[in-house]
């Protein structure tokens, strides 16, 4: 953090703000203090007659690797509309969500996705300014050794693990790549 978002001043400091019991950014000229929260992802398992959806990045990071189509949610939508906006902006497909599939924690680079299960209406899929390449895969054919993030490694383990399972699914990656 540069300045202070309510009064521009540089005069920024951490420190842990009365009764708090975390390290923040406080303003030493005006006492407001800057509270920073994680960036939530959304996104899909696309899946299709057992086949699973997989974007190649044509964007950092991870360009040129495979990944679920996941985004930052964007204010003003809710975390279904995120979802079905991230598969459409990297797929060009529309899909149906089923039920939230998998919340995944990275607490190091601040972020939680959020993951849905979405069946795909029809297989229209085509690159996109944000994906090189979109294919289905198999679960034998799965690029388990080019996959960009472990969120979506997880979440297709877990999809493998039981298809037809409708709960949701925890998990939590302190450090990687990610």
Known sequence: MNYCSHCGSKNLKRSIPQDDNRLRYVCADCDTIHYENPNMVV??????????????????????????????????????????????????????????????????????????????TNTDFHPTTESEEVALFAPEDIPWKEMAFSSSAFAINKYLEAPQESSTHFGTFYKGRD
């Open 43 to 120: 996104g899909c398992l696309p899946v299709y007659h057992g086949k699973i959806l997989l974007a190649k990045r044509s964007i950092e990071p991870r360009k040129g690797f495979w990944n679920l189509p996941c985004g930052f949610l964007e204010n003003g939508e809710t975390v279904q509309e995120g979802a079905l906006r991230e598969v459409e902006e990297e797929t060009g497909v529309q899909v149906t969500l089923k039920h939230l599939h998998t919340i995944y924690n990275l607490p190091h680079a601040k972020q939680v996705y959020l993951i849905f299960l979405a069946e795909m």
